[in-house]
């Protein structure tokens, strides 16, 4: 039904024969690989090493599907990332995310005016070069809080060009109904990706005050409900693939700085997303 592709964050580091084997023995079909900074292969060294890393994920059976960039404002390195990016047949990526900083609760709508005009200006370059851009919801004090804030942050760009990664699990954190959510997207529809938390909560002992934190668990022991996550996005008419982000973790164990372990669960997630999409009627 979709082709399922692993957001490789978690295992970048890897030497890059090494980090393809690690996502082929994952059972992903694809790539969604960060060129970002931070990332072993981002905006200095990007033109050089994408076709490398392209040639080596296909020598391994995998398609480099899609990248992270962290494309959040044109500078002097925009042009030249699209440019590596499209010269290795990429066409979609996800921008950089756009959080509040807190010194400037006091001018909320002086930071989303700020925000749509970045926007417009990356989007002269991501139609120049072909190449469409989108924005994942995330929770938090980001101006892409839900996809009903992402829309408010890209009303004045062509969904032609700059649309939503959606992240269902972001939205059970923000409280806003998938369905909604998806209903508001129509040509926004970017892309999807696929983690599921958990809201766990306890006393803070030094207030004594009731608190929620969430933990990222596997899918199907989260607060995402798959099966009608997939059945809602193909009743939408989505058909491009679903990226799986490997952030296991909890309070007092962050499993995605385990390689061997996240790998395993990521496999697990594969499994469970294949078998549910082969249950769903008609699929």
């Not at 292969?41 to 962290?70: C, M, Q, W, Y």
């Not at 101006?143 to 829309?151: P, T």
């Not at 006393?203 to 899918?219: E, H, M, N, S, Y």
């Not at 982000?245 to 700085?257: L, P, V």
């Amino acid at each position: 039904m979709y082709r399922i592709i692993a957001f490789a964050k978690w295992c970048q580091s890897l030497p890059l024969p090494e980090m393809a084997a690690h996502l082929r023995d994952a059972g992903v079909d694809g790539v969604d690989l960060p060129c970002r900074s931070g990332s072993p292969i981002n905006a200095a060294n990007a033109t050089e090493k994408l076709p490398e890393a392209k040639r080596i994920f296909e020598d391994h059976g995998l398609a480099l599907d899609t990248i992270v960039s962290g494309i959040a404002e044109v500078d002097e390195t925009t042009e030249r990332q699209l440019e590596a990016f499209r010269g290795v047949g990429i066409t979609k990526i996800r921008l950089g995310g756009y959080s509040v900083p807190r010194d400037r609760l006091h001018d909320v709508q002086g930071v989303l005016d700020e925000t749509r005009r970045k926007l417009t200006a990356i989007e002269e370059l991501l139609r120049k070069h072909g190449v469409r851009g989108a924005i994942q919801n995330h929770s938090g004090m980001t101006l892409d809080v839900n996809v009903s804030s992402c829309l408010l942050v890209m009303q004045d760009c062509d969904p032609e060009w700059v649309g939503v990664q959606l992240d269902p699990g972001h939205l059970t954190l923000s409280g806003e109904p998938l369905d909604l959510a998806i209903g508001l997207l129509g040509p926004r529809l970017h892309s999807v990706n696929f983690k599921s938390p958990r809201q766990e909560y306890f006393v803070d002992a030094k207030t004594g005050r009731l608190r929620f934190q969430p933990i990222w668990v596997p899918l199907r022991d989260g607060m995402v409900d798959v099966p009608h996550a997939l059945a809602a996005l193909r009743s939408a008419g989505y058909d491009d693939a679903i990226s799986i982000h490997g952030e296991y973790r909890t309070h007092y164990h962050y499993i995605e700085t385990n390689l061997e372990k996240t790998g395993q669960l990521i496999a697990t997630d594969v499994a469970y997303l294949r078998a549910v999409m082969g249950e769903l009627p008609d699929a």
